[in-house]
């Protein structure tokens, strides 16, 4: 790998490791002069990062006003969260009618790569890990609309979940997510739709509640 090459990652991971973790909150500004003087590197590297990150969805980039950390707004965010309950739970109607043996398999598995993502205390491999089985779910249900659907839904409030999760405040033993997915594996099995219905409508409230959306730390700069 080019040191030039090897720059521009090392700019890039270090501050979606700060956006990720916080230290740059929501609505903050990446002001490059104050990147370049902190990293100690050129402006290049950091204006290519920024571009990745705005690929990724976790920074905008604003015409003569610069690049600022995206930062949607609560009624936009439960406006996802509503959608995604309506299409989760068309979903289910269609998934306990088709459901088979091998598909029960995959949740299971999918859910125990989840909980080992808890103890690896990794976001993204958990994100990666959630979207697959929500994902496999809509393929289950066997409708193309609804996988198109929730997969680009799933896509935005990963971006959501990635600047307000409290994932690394969670203690595994305590947390519900992982347990609320076994529930759902275990209605589907028994294909209970109305048990299934109420498991997706309190996995939707209990995603909101892991959402910390006054969190700002402010800490990259030392602000």
Known sequence: MSTKKSMKQHVYQTLK????????APGSQLVEQMISEKLNVSRTPIRNAILQLEKEGLVTIYA????????PTTAE???AYVARKKLEQSTAELAVVNVTEKDIERLRRIVKKERESYQNKDILEYLAINKEFHLELAKISGNKFLIDFIDK???QINVFLMLYDVFYDVNIENSQRYLEHEA????LEDKDIDRLQLLFQQHMKTSMT???LEE???TFFGV
């Not at 490791?17 to 740059?24: C, P």
């Not at 759902?184 to 209605?187: G, L, S, W």
């Open 184 to 187: 759902i594996v275990d209605a």
């Open 17 to 24: 490791d700060a956006i990720l973790s916080r230290e740059i």
């Open 210 to 212: 892991y959402m910390n």
């Open 153 to 155: 839904l799933l896509n």
């Open 216 to 218: 700002k730390r402010h």
């Open 77 to 79: 965010i439960e406006q």
């Open 64 to 71: 003569n006003r610069g690049a600022f950390v995206t930062l």
